[in-house]
């Protein structure tokens, strides 16, 4: 069975902080994806990235930053000089290629808040 | 116009009452997804449907039921709504044509319903 677990329930930075949200993910699949999702307070649900899990390269997309480790079933984010904006609830998910529906496994959420 | 719309976007209702939310989508999408989201647990897959003729149980249907009335609309229904189905609830939409290398969808979420049962 797929588990997503996000031991961080919540972090605080000052502004321009960088903060680092971490994701742990069990899997019995050899091929699966992994996501993150942003959640602001308006309560959207915005996709953030994919990484499938054959491609363990590193992606930066601006002030954002995925390091994806099979070696520790890990797919952690890191947000560099952290703003105001970014005070969200952040999810990981993993979706395995023989998961039934498709099925999106969350895990539990790490909240960010950015203070000025 | 937003790709995904939900509507309403909140309800309060009362236990015993009927209950349908509605999911339309201009992605052109083919997959359709409902979602509930609880604090501190994620999101959890209600149904799913991969065409109009395709719908599936997820993980948590019981109390539940859904239809597909087009390609673009997905509603969910609450038969006899209860104070445990008080959540947040998610529609979301992905593309077939464009699975990855592990032939899985990315999934695009609408703004989500909060639903309060009393």
């Known amino acids: 069975a797929q588990k997503v677990t996000q031991a961080q329930t919540e972090i605080s930075v000052v502004e321009k902080e960088d903060v680092t949200l971490d994701c742990v993910y069990e899997?019995?699949?050899?091929?699966?994806?992994l996501f993150w999702y942003k959640q602001p307070p308006s309560g959207e649900l915005v996709f953030l990235i994919r990484?499938?899990?054959?491609?363990?390269q590193n992606e930066i997309s601006g002030r954002y930053s995925w390091n994806f480790q099979k070696s520790t079933s890990s797919f952690n984010f890191t947000i560099t000089a952290s703003q105001v904006v970014d005070s969200a609830v952040y999810f990981c998910?993993?979706?395995?290629?023989?998961?039934?529906?498709?099925?999106?496994?969350f895990g539990g959420g790490t909240r960010v808040l950015v203070k000025p | 116009d937003a790709d995904v719309t939900q509507t309403p976007r909140n309800r309060i209702t009362k236990t015993g009452k009927r209950i349908m939310l509605e999911c339309s989508q201009t992605?052109?999408?083919?997959?359709m997804y409902w979602y509930r989201q609880d604090p501190g647990l994620g999101l959890r897959l209600i149904y799913y449907?991969?065409?109009?003729?395709?719908?599936n149980k997820g993980e948590i249907s019981d109390g539940y039921s859904v239809s597909r009335q087009a390609q673009a609309k997905f509603s969910l229904s609450l038969e006899s709504a209860i104070p445990n189905q008080t959540a947040l609830y998610f529609c979301?939409?992905?593309?077939?044509?464009?699975?990855?290398?592990?032939?899985?969808?990315?999934?695009?979420f609408g703004p989500g319903t909060r639903l309060t049962v009393l």
């Open positions: 979301a939409t992905s593309d077939s044509r464009h699975r990855g290398l592990a032939g899985v969808d990315t999934q695009y």
């Open positions: 899997t019995r699949d050899t091929t699966y994806y």
């Open positions: 990484r499938n899990s054959f491609d363990e």
């Open positions: 998910a993993l979706s395995e290629a023989e998961a039934a529906g498709n099925k999106l496994t």
């Open positions: 992605k052109g999408h083919d997959r």
């Open positions: 449907s991969f065409d109009v003729k395709d719908i």
